[in-house]
């Protein structure tokens, strides 16, 4: 088992933004359903870490998620956008299975049109570059992560 | 555009228990007006009526107050001093014909009104034509000399004194005629989603204009003040370098500085902001 995990993280980091797809229990994005703006299921087979979505929502390389959305518990971060609507208190108004089929595919979750990128899915925009071309934005971890910190989010 | 009714629709349904829309208004353009040494320049005006926006923002009126500044004063203004190096080219003998600019031209000021309807229609040879190219045909064709690149300090230097010519004229570019399917092709190009952030143009410069997106404020991404100055590159850029980094932002791989698909776009991009004034050289951040 130990021996798994070590590999398992190998990888994970040989692949830096991509999921370590090597896994049996991890759903691979072509493999996700989402039904009815809903993902049941974790794509790791288990519940993410929030302290380290924290991390991933903030980061400029990763989710970005301030790029468009304020949230007042990252106030030690400069510069929150305004394009998308404030998180603040986002796990009231959306349960897990939502917030997760949104985080994988806004195209379908949310709109057709959104500006939000789809972070767990193969084929984005044309001219994707090479280096980004057929990956997805997050891992499955860094998706269920950021879930996790999502659900943290409460106002009520 | 219908899409942007659409999308606040789609939002309001979605976000009704969010707190309202109607906040979002504090990240309109400002209200400043700008003139520079003395001539006032046109930073809004009433959108034509075959345009997806109501009305027309320079991207001047986005930039924090520091960086406006700069550009209402030519003694401040950064980009200047790349006009002041224009002038001694324009005078200066290149090429094995033995002839400067000045021979031909005996005023740079005769460009007056040329920059507003640029890209156009080169009947010659058959295909669009922008500053550049016009300037590099005088530079093979006449003078015998090399062709500047596209983004050569020289070839930003020229376009920036011949743009400066028109400054306050309004943007009037040709969009008919052989230029029909250009501009078609550049429009496509512009609602194009690209990149593995999957946007297109318009998501951000047309749908989300006088939004912040992180540290910056959005503008509706016109091109009336090329080459600009921007504080982050410390120096003029062109036109296609700013699509260039926009399309590279979003993970897209860019086209070329002059490739076919850039004229077009800057064809589209131009037409957008017809009736703001040329503001060459802007400064921004």
């Known amino acids: 088992m130990t021996k798994k995990l070590a590999a398992l993280s190998l990888v994970a980091g040989m692949l830096a933004i991509t999921a370590p797809y090597a896994t049996a229990e991890v759903v691979l994005p072509d493999a996700v359903m989402i039904d009815d703006g809903e993902v049941a299921k974790s794509l790791t087979g288990s519940a993410g870490n929030p302290e380290n979505g924290r991390k991933v929502f903030a980061n400029r390389k990763q989710g970005n998620c301030l790029a468009c959305h304020m949230n007042k518990d990252l106030s030690e971060q400069p510069f929150h956008g305004e394009v998308g609507p404030t998180l603040d208190g986002v796990a009231d108004r959306w349960e897990e299975p939502e917030l997760r089929a949104i985080l994988i595919n806004s195209k379908i979750a949310l709109s057709e049109d959104t500006i939000m990128p789809s972070f767990y899915r193969l084929k984005n925009g044309a001219r994707t570059m090479d280096k980004f071309d057929g990956k997805t934005i997050l891992s499955a971890e860094q998706v269920e992560d950021v879930l996790a910190y999502l659900k943290t989010l409460k106002e009520e | 555009m219908h899409r942007t009714g659409k999308k606040l629709a789609v939002i309001a349904g979605a976000f009704a228990l969010t707190i309202g829309l109607a906040s979002h208004s504090a990240g309109d353009p400002d209200e400043n007006s700008l003139a520079i040494e003395g001539e006032t320049i046109v930073t809004d005006v009433k959108a034509p009526a075959d345009s997806p926006l109501e009305h027309l923002y320079s991207g001047w009126r986005f930039r924090a107050s520091e960086t406006q500044s700069l550009q209402t004063d030519d003694f401040e203004n950064p980009g200047m001093v790349a006009v002041e190096q224009a002038i001694d080219q324009f005078a200066m003998v290149d090429g094995s014909e033995g002839k400067a600019c000045a021979d031909c031209h005996a005023d740079v000021s005769d460009f007056k009104g040329l920059r507003p309807n640029l890209p156009r229609w080169d009947e010659a ?161």
């Open chain 2, 125 to 285: 040879k058959s295909k669009p034509e922008t500053l550049e190219h016009i300037i590099n045909e005088c530079r093979t064709e006449r003078m015998g000399a090399k062709a500047w690149k596209w983004e050569a300090q020289e070839m930003l230097n020229m376009t920036a004194l011949i743009g400066l010519q028109s400054r306050g004229m309004p943007v009037t570019v040709e969009t008919g005629g052989p230029m029909a399917s250009v501009w078609e092709k550049g429009k496509e190009l512009y609602y194009t989603r690209v990149g593995q952030l999957d946007m297109s143009c318009a998501h951000c410069h047309e749908n989300n204009y006088g939004k912040m997106i992180r540290a910056d404020h959005l503008s509706q991404g016109h091109i009336n003040g090329f080459p600009v100055y921007r504080l982050k590159w410390g120096g003029l850029g062109s036109i296609h370098r700013r699509f260039k980094g926009c399309m590279q932002n979003i993970r897209a791989t860019p086209f070329k500085r002059g490739s076919d698909e850039f004229i077009a776009l800057e064809l589209y991009v131009a037409s957008r902001g017809k009736g703001l004034s040329v503001e060459v050289p802007s400064v921004r951040n």
